[in-house]
C-alpha cells in the first residue's frame, strides 16, 4: 500500500513542485485502514492547491505512468482508502504541547511513530468551555512539571461527530501507557491536584472515538 501512495504523491510532487509535506499512517486495533494527511497554510492555500492539482490531474497520472505498478495493488489501495472520509482539521497551538517538539532532532522525532486520536464532541456553544478547560489542564500540567506531546486540532468539515481532535505522540503503546501512569502518579502526588484541577464536564464534551495510530516512518516519495 505504501508503494502505491508512494508513487501517487510523488507523482504529484514531480508536477505540482510539492506534496505538502504528505505522511501516511497506519490505523491500530487490527484495521488495514490507513490515514495520509498533507498541511497546508490555511483554507485558502488548500483551496488554491486542490484546484491547481485538480487542473493538472492528467499530467500527474502520466507521469505515475512512467513507473506502473501492480495492478491488482492499485484495487487493494482502493480498496482501503476513501476519499468521501477526508476531513480537514485546524491546528491549535493554544490548546497543544508541543514546545519541545520543535527543539527535537529528526532522529528523535523518528523514533515518535505511534499516535493515540481522540475524537471529542463538544456540546452547543460549549467550544469555549472546552478550550478553557485543556489550557487549563495544560497550564496544571506545566506547574506540575509534566512535559509531553499532545497536538490538538479544531474541525473545519468532514469530523463527523467530532468537533476536535487530540494527538499524543509517544513510541509505542508499551510506553504510552507507562508514561500515561507515570503522569497520573506525579499528578495525584502534587498538593494543589485535587484543588486547582478542572474536572472533565461530560454534559459538555466527551471523548466519542480512540484509535491507536502508527506513522509509516518509511514513507518516501517516488522520484520521477
Not at 12 to 28: F, R, T
Not at 30 to 58: H, I, P, R
Not at 126 to 135: H, I, V, Y
Amino acid at each position: 500500500m505504501a508503494q502505491i501512495g508512494q508513487n501517487w504523491f510523488g507523482g504529484v510532487k514531480a508536477v505540482m513542485g510539492d506534496a505538502n509535506g504528505i505522511s501516511m499512517h497506519h490505523k491500530g486495533w487490527g484495521s488495514k485502514g490507513v490515514y495520509f494527511v498533507q498541511w497546508y497554510d490555511d483554507l485558502e492555500d488548500m483551496v488554491k492547491t486542490m484546484k491547481k492539482q485538480e487542473g493538472k490531474n492528467a499530467e500527474i497520472v502520466q507521469k505515475i505512468g512512467e513507473k506502473p505498478g501492480d495492478p491488482n495493488l492499485l484495487q487493494e489501495f482502493n480498496a482501503i482508502t476513501d476519499p468521501k472520509e477526508a476531513s480537514v482539521w485546524e491546528y491549535v497551538p493554544e490548546l497543544s504541547q508541543m514546545d519541545n517538539w520543535s527543539k527535537l532532532s529528526r532522529e528523535a522525532k523518528d523514533e515518535l511513530s505511534y499516535r493515540r486520536f481522540s475524537f471529542v464532541n463538544v456540546a452547543m456553544n460549549a467550544q469555549g468551555e472546552f478550550e478553557t478547560f485543556r489550557k487549563a489542564a495544560n497550564d496544571l500540567d506545566k506547574k506540575i512539571g509534566l512535559t509531553y506531546h499532545v497536538a490538538v486540532f479544531r474541525n473545519i468539515f468532514g469530523g463527523k461527530d467530532a468537533d476536535y481532535l487530540t494527538i499524543l505522540i509517544d513510541k509505542n503503546r508499551i510506553e504510552y501507557m507507562n508514561n500515561f501512569e507515570e503522569r497520573m502518579k506525579k499528578r495525584r502526588a502534587y498538593k494543589g491536584w485535587q484543588d486547582e484541577r478542572k474536572p472533565w464536564n461530560l454534559e459538555k464534551f466527551n471523548v466519542i472515538k480512540t484509535e491507536e495510530v502508527y506513522k509509516n516512518m518509511n514513507f518516501k516519495l517516488t522520484s520521477y
